[in-house]
């Protein structure tokens, strides 16, 4: 017989016998502990209400990652491999390989051998630079389009589903705000 894959959603939510409960609270559980046992700000404060915009924040970016995976592994493709992608097709050829791997946020040795599957999966090619001989620039081969085209489909679908019954108002004022912090950070 053959025996089904469980997803990895399924196997994380599965407790085996002898197994001890979870040991994490909720995110609004935690927030409640934390302003009951440490009393570093009051509840409804300004304070609190920073707290639970960054924590909503930081949860978002590591679940939709994590999401987005679990969707993109259906193709071989992860979202770090799609945001470098949509970078290097974005920069036309022109980016380094160091440029990338700082906009995409990935240590420079962990992206190169990235670089290396990309290449062996013919989606990418490095140029030698035409501004400096030592470095190389990243480009995308010309079959990579319906590659680039089936990862940006399913991320679409996605977002669709994520986002469908959310106001566009609601989503317009959302993405100002995260702008201006992301604007104050870039300054720091």
């Known amino acids: 017989m053959r025996r089904e894959k469980r997803s990895k959603t399924t196997r994380r939510n599965v407790r085996h016998p002898g197994q001890p409960p979870p040991v994490l609270p909720s995110m609004q559980d935690a ?3 934390f302003l009951d046992s440490r009393r570093y700000h009051e509840a409804g404060s300004r304070e609190d209400l920073h707290f639970q ?4 924040v930081m949860a978002l ?3 939709w990652r994590n999401r987005l995976n679990e969707e993109l592994a259906a193709i071989g493709q992860t979202q770090a491999r799609w945001e470098s992608l949509f970078w290097i097709e974005i920069a036309n050829g ?3 390989q160091r440029e990338l791997a700082q906009r995409v946020g990935i240590e420079g040795p962990t992206f190169a ?3 290396d599957r990309l290449e062996k999966e013919r989606l ?3 140029r030698p630079s035409k501004w400096d001989r030592r470095t190389k620039t990243i480009a995308l081969r010309k079959g990579a389009a319906p590659r680039l085209k089936e ?3 399913l991320s679409d679908r996605l ?3 994520l986002l469908a019954d959310i106001d566009a108002a609601e989503l317009t004022a959302c993405i100002t705000v995260i702008r201006r912090i992301l604007a104050k950070l870039q300054a720091l």
């Not at 915009?53 to 909503?56: D, G, I, P, Q, R």
């Open 124 to 126: 990418v090619v490095r």
């Open 113 to 115: 051998r990235m670089l």
């Open 151 to 153: 990862i940006s489909d």
């Open 94 to 96: 022109q980016a380094t």
């Open 61 to 63: 970016g590591r679940r």
């Open 53 to 56: 915009f960054t924590s909503a």
């Open 159 to 161: 977002r669709a589903r």
């Open 31 to 33: 927030r409640q502990q």
